[in-house]
């Protein structure tokens, strides 16, 4: 199951690709779509750049919001739009 939209089975042309490592498991879109999640410059370390500490961090925070769409918690996305707090998983954005 992926950390960041909670689902085993997404579609991966919305999602991309789910990869292992480092005892974490997430989709590569649901990571770089993921608010306040930071890549680092080297892609070799944790998943793809994204820092086990950092992914859990986020998944922390997304445990205190609904998903505008499907109403479920851990929604890891928050709208970019000012004075916005809608939050949503990546595959409920499609």
């Given at each position: 199951?992926?950390?960041?939209?909670?689902?085993?089975e997404?579609?991966?042309?919305?999602?991309?690709?789910?990869?292992?490592?480092?005892?974490?498991c997430a989709h590569v879109f649901c990571l770089f779509f993921a608010s306040l999640l930071d890549q680092q410059e080297n892609e070799r370390i944790g998943l793809q750049g994204f820092l086990p500490r950092d992914i859990l961090h986020a998944v922390n925070r997304a445990a205190q919001k609904n998903c505008c769409i499907c109403g479920q918690s851990g929604a890891t996305i928050t709208c970019c739009g000012r004075d916005c707090d809608l939050s949503f998983h990546l595959p409920c954005a499609k």
């Open positions: 199951v992926c950390l960041l939209c909670q689902r085993s997404a579609d991966p042309d919305i999602c991309g690709d789910k990869i292992q490592r480092c005892g974490l």
